[in-house]
């Protein structure tokens, strides 16, 4: 059974950044397109951030330019870089992994990201 664990939220002042790292366990990594979601209160959940198996990114219009999401293979890990944070940013972060070819999707727990201004 794949698991995802996030970590890296927390408090941050506009203007600063914050790291994300997703761990991956249970599965094949490679095999499986990755991504970043955010959910703010009262909100609807949304894509941040995706990164394909072949590396290849795409970025929601609000992020474009400020966040880099990432991978490392060897280490089953994905990241999402997070730079001029604001706080229309707060939210919870969600890391998701979709395998294409057999339909299945995780998510992890979610870490908390706050922004103040």
């Known amino acids: 059974q794949v698991r995802l664990v996030e970590s890296g939220g927390g408090l941050v002042q506009a203007g600063g950044s914050l790291r994300l790292s997703c761990a991956f366990s249970?599965?094949?990594?490679?095999?499986?397109?990755m991504g970043w979601y955010r959910q703010a209160p009262g909100k609807q959940r949304e894509l941040v951030a995706s990164i394909s198996t072949g590396g290849s990114t795409n970025y929601a219009d609000p992020v474009k330019g400020r966040f880099t999401i990432s991978r490392d293979n060897p280490k089953n890990t994905q990241y999402l870089q997070m730079n001029s944070l604001k706080p229309d940013d707060t939210a919870v972060y969600y890391c998701n992994a979709h395998w294409s070819a057999v339909g299945r999707t995780y998510w992890g727990q979610g870490t908390q990201v706050t922004v103040s201004s």
């Open positions: 249970g599965g094949i990594f490679t095999l499986y397109n």
